[in-house]
């Protein structure tokens, strides 16, 4: 079993930036790809971002490419979501997850683990 705990959420205003923090219990975080979600109030969980176990890949949802970037510590069992020229239109809760798997996918249903959210709020 993996534990994630999200941290880093918060109220800012539009254009600053958050950097959101997932931090993994265990040993084996590395032999997990990493994802970032989130979902508002009235819609469905959606894809932010992912990064592979093996060479850093990463991938993005068009509505975060270029704002948002993705990355790891595996040191640190700790994947972090940097958060820039935020937008009113990305309030929500944002999850991390950890996919065993050895396929690139944005599908939430291929995660294993969930982290149990932190609240990011973008005012005007």
């Known amino acids: 079993q993996v534990q994630l705990v999200e941290s880093g959420g918060g109220l800012v205003q539009a254009g600053g930036s958050l950097r959101l923090s997932c931090a993994a219990s265990g040993r084996t975080f590395s032999s997990y790809a990493m994802g970032w979600f989130r979902q508002a109030p009235g819609k469905e969980r959606e894809f932010v971002a992912r990064?592979?176990?093996?060479?850093?890949?990463?991938l993005y949802a068009d509505s975060v490419k270029g704002r948002f970037t993705i990355s790891r510590d595996n040191a640190k069992n700790t994947v972090y979501l940097q958060m820039n020229s935020l937008k009113l239109e990305d309030t929500a809760v944002y999850y991390c997850?950890?996919?065993?798997?050895?396929?690139?996918?944005?599908?939430?249903?291929?995660?294993?683990?969930w982290g149990q959210g932190t609240q990011v709020t973008v005012s005007s």
């Open positions: 997850a950890a996919d065993a798997g050895a396929l690139v996918s944005t599908l939430d249903r291929v995660y294993d683990y």
């Open positions: 990064i592979s176990r093996s060479c850093g890949r990463s």
